[in-house]
């Protein structure tokens, strides 16, 4: 069924029922009682006129509408092609207030990040910035569509004066018909230009096959919503919550056992790791070890001091002669040792980086070395052996040989030199003009 509210009604009720003549007016059925001011009537409410075809109901809703009409509605059971122009109904705001809703989620979902991401908790992740707009685009989309469509429902509930559940002309057994076959248009009494014989005139005038006047229950517990339409209201809301409460358990309890895995493949997958069994080789390792025939990375380079740390088969302390120590090479240094050691060993290298700080927090794994503490051995480590550990690791640090060039690991090894030196710099590492300076006075 359509109105110009766009209400739908399932059902009709009808609580006294009969017609009037479109020639004569004259009522029959229990119409005669209501018109003789039965006392279970209250007020005349309107008057509601039954058409034969959606055409008809069109041309009536344009003679109604040109009468000077605007308290008027008309009702059918599938939408009606020019029936809104033709009842003067103006263009709805909705679409302004979806738009108005979008550009708030739009709003709310950048700021959410940023104040996630760029504010309460910065992560170094890779040398990115810690908030970009490319990287929160697709959560600032996704609140936008949330928020519009937030708008557009309860917008089109509250614009249309929705829920609904009683109408007086539910009372009328002709209105059932409006779910099936019939085209209606009602008329309010509270109509200004409203006149209970000239509008049932205007109606009959207008085509109408059926006039009948409509009033109001003069009982309003009649008109209130049924009780078990509040009850099944609060347990639907009460459902709603369950997820909710399950969250915060989740997320206030701590437990040994292992998560649900709803899609087990994601957590669970056919992959060897190393140092498990597998039952796939005789021996059962899944480490396979080195493969005879084969040399590691950097053995066929002549320059062993750059490639592999080594010269004449010990560490060197120095850095290649093929290796630049400048600026550039610190900053290129910086930007590396920030991608792959800071998440372990920190930004300034004292072990306390943001995979450490979790492990502790859940009690495993072990802390990584503080490259600038002279007690770690660190800073007295050769920068031949400093050089091996970025490529091949140590301990249960894996080794970056296959992520990290050459060049890039030897601007590593002089980044964490200069880290070191900055954390025990001393006065007679500066010129007088900068000591000056960071005393803030003039040179």
């Given amino acids: 069924m359509e109105t110009n509210e766009n209400n739908d009604h399932d059902e009709a009720t009808s609580a006294h029922a009969g017609?009037?003549?479109?020639?004569?007016?004259?009522?029959?059925?229990?119409?005669?009682a209501r018109a003789s001011s039965n006392s279970d009537e209250g007020e005349l409410y309107g008057v509601l006129a039954e058409f034969d075809s959606p055409g008809a109901l069109v041309k009536a809703a344009r003679k109604v509408k040109d009468a000077g009409y605007g308290d008027f509605d008309c009702y059918?059971?599938?939408?009606?092609?020019?029936?809104?122009?033709?009842?003067?109904?103006?263009?709805?705001?909705?679409?302004v207030l979806v738009f108005c809703g979008g550009i708030?989620?739009?709003?709310l979902g950048f700021l959410l990040q940023w104040y996630c991401n760029a504010s309460a908790w910065q992560w170094n992740v890779a040398g990115k910035p810690v908030w970009s707009i490319p990287a929160n685009v697709p959560i600032g989309f996704e609140t936008t569509i949330l928020l519009s469509v937030f708008t557009t429902f309860f917008g089109m509930w509250i614009l249309n004066k929705l829920p609904q559940v009683w109408h007086p002309f539910f009372r009328l057994d002709r209105f059932t018909k409006v779910t099936d076959d019939g085209f209606m248009l009602g008329i309010e009494a509270k109509d200004g230009r409203f006149d209970a014989v000239e509008t049932k005139k205007l109606l009959e005038s207008a085509g109408a096959i059926a006039v009948e006047e409509c009033?109001?229950?003069?009982?309003?517990?009649?008109?209130?919503?049924?009780?078990?339409?509040y009850g099944v209201i609060i347990c639907t809301t009460a459902l709603a919550l369950v997820p909710f409460a399950l969250v915060y358990?989740?997320?206030?309890?701590?437990?040994?056992?292992?998560?649900?895995?709803?899609?087990?493949?994601?957590?669970?997958?056919?992959?060897?790791?190393s140092d498990q069994y597998n039952d796939l080789f005789a021996d059962g390792r899944s480490n396979r070890g080195e493969i005879s025939g084969t040399i590691p990375r950097g053995w066929l380079n002549d320059d062993t001091s750059y490639a592999q740390g080594l010269e004449n088969g010990a560490w060197i302390t120095s850095f290649p002669t093929s290796v630049e120590v400048s600026r550039d090479l610190l900053r290129r240094g910086k930007q590396r040792y920030e991608i792959y050691c800071s998440p372990c060993h920190g930004v300034d290298g004292r072990g306390a980086g943001m995979v450490a700080v979790?492990?502790?927090?859940?009690?495993?794994?072990?802390?990584?070395?503080?490259l600038v503490?002279?007690?770690?051995?660190?800073?007295?480590?050769?920068?031949?052996?400093?050089?091996?550990?970025i490529?091949?690791?140590?301990?249960?640090?894996?080794?970056?040989?296959a992520q990290i060039p050459v060049a890039d690991r030897w601007a590593i090894v002089a980044y964490v030199r200069a880290l070191e030196r900055s954390q025990f710099a001393a006065g007679t590492d500066l010129t007088d003009a900068e000591r000056s300076a960071a005393m803030g006075a003039t040179p």
């Fill in 215 to 229: 009033y109001l229950d003069a009982s309003p517990a009649n008109t209130k919503m049924p009780m078990f339409i």
């Fill in 391 to 401: 490529s091949n690791g140590n301990n249960t640090m894996m080794g970056y040989g």
């Fill in 76 to 95: 059918s059971p599938f939408p009606v092609h020019g029936i809104d122009e033709a009842m003067g109904i103006k263009r709805t705001i909705l679409p």
């Fill in 373 to 389: 503490d002279p007690g770690a051995g660190v800073i007295t480590q050769p920068n031949g052996q400093l050089f091996n550990t």
């Fill in 249 to 273: 358990k989740a997320r206030a309890s701590h437990s040994k056992d292992p998560h649900y895995h709803i899609f087990g493949d994601m957590d669970f997958q056919a992959k060897v790791k």
């Fill in 19 to 32: 017609e009037t003549s479109p020639a004569t007016g004259s009522t029959s059925g229990h119409d005669g």
């Fill in 358 to 370: 979790r492990s502790q927090k859940i009690g495993q794994g072990i802390l990584p070395r503080n």
């Fill in 104 to 107: 708030t989620g739009t709003f």
